[in-house]
């Protein structure tokens, strides 16, 4: 575990990236905009020209989840490949801290961006058609699990982006697969079984399924887990976490064998 | 016995499988407060051996401990040891001012908040970048964004500065900066520096001792006088006739070169003698002698001696 110097490091490390962001505020704002004006567009698409109003409570949870990893995903892959490219991530890695804690705090950096475009992203909308959510405890963990699924894939993503750079096309890529099956334009029950299968294995799809079930159905923790939701949905994070940190490991080993640490 | 600031021992490093060795069994030792210049041709294996020091690139043998700490086997407590500048690389942030890359490498070395502030404070005072503190770096000259480097190297006061071509694309100027700021690290503040530069007066004047490197090994190691004084068996002589006449064939060692208004004839000798031979000579052909000058050969004489026709840039 993290020691007290670690933790002042990944805090110093944070505060960098969240200096270095906002160094250029103008794409994040941009950003904000089109997440707030996307989704009531696309459902109003969906709709043939209307809002309908039983799509739109749990497209929203999925358009939500979707903002939050793509923004996170972006900030985070394109801050590692223009370091990596300019050289100022090796100068990072000349740390006291450990290579896994400072990718940790890049992430936190990184997410607190997606969480804000997330955020406005869906509570703009809701605010805008109207759109209530109803709350339930039991939403909490699967909640929870969501949000560890998106972080793990997006360290995977930055496990990736330590020896490649070609990260963007697969970011790029599962992004936008992500967008198109998680939900974000139709539930997942309308979907074909088959294609609902191959959308359960992306990241986000099963929590928002959890999700669903505890607001929409009001499924206890107890009920989601005998229904296979969130047992499914903590094996496909916990397979996410533990194939990314050993990415992560492998890579940065790699990295450092080759010389690539450094520079692509 | 003193603990060896830098120890390299048997360092090796192939990048593939059974490919030729960039750095082939390698070992130093450099005692605190040394500044030596760590020379070679390009691709010699420099650059590969300071990027093992500092824990970016690992060894396929050997080690390298910096203040006793092995860089591969307890990396936190050797990266608290030294700080780098590397060659080729943005070293800072060009997206934050100087003051907030201060502090922010300065809490990457584990320094406290505070402890940074009042570093960096004098860092910049030092280097006459207070008043400029809070601008970007990106805005910054080359020579002021290397400043920056150097003091981002030097936040945490390590005792060991690794300074990969620090001097590389800088003018005059901001040349001199850095040259008085690596002496004054060794002079006054007991620093040791690993420095490797192709700009060889920099060597010549800053440092205690020269290795040279050549295909991954270390072809010469010694104090810079007595590196220089090995070579100074063989003065240069150069003497300049006027105009340009058909000269007589030139003892061996000496060639010659037409200049403006005179002819330049040059050699390497260990004995004078043979230079008043050459004298002798020109005279009995009826030249007119402009001048002579003795010089004694440099480091790049030296350097290019070793490394034989490798050439450098």
Redesign the interface.
Known sequence: MADT?TL??M???V??GL??QL??PLGHVISLAVGMSMYLGLQFVMGQGRLREDLLPPTLIAIGAYWFLQYSAMVMVADLVEEKR???F?????????PWALMLARLATASLFGLVVAVAASAVPAAVAGIRIPWNAGAVIPLALLLLDILAFIYLLAAIAVRSPMVGALQSLFTALILLLNGAFLPLSLYPGWLAGIARLLPTTLGIEAVGKALFDGLTLAELWTSGALPWLTAHTAVLAVGAALLFRRNH?VA????H???Y | MNTPAIEITGLTKTYRPGGEPAVDDLSLTVEPGTVIGFLGPNGAGKTTTIKIAAGLLSATAGTVRLNGHDVAARRSAAMAQFGAVLEGSRNVYWTLTAWQNLIYFGRLKGMTRAAARSRATALLTELDLWERRDDTVGGFSRGMQQKVAIAAALIADPAIVLLDEPTLGLDVAATRTVKNWIAELSNDRGKTVLLTTHQLDVVEELCDRVAVIRAGRIATDLPTGELLAGFRLRDTYEVHVEGHPDLPVLPAGFTATAEADTTAITGRVADPREVYDLIDLLRARGLVLRSLTQSQPGIEDVFLTLVGDARHG
């Open positions: 110097r002042a490091v805090g110093a490390e505060h960098k200096r270095s160094a250029h300019g050289g100022t090796a100068q990072s890695q000349m740390s006291v801290a450990p080993r450092v064998r080759d010389g640490l450094g520079q």
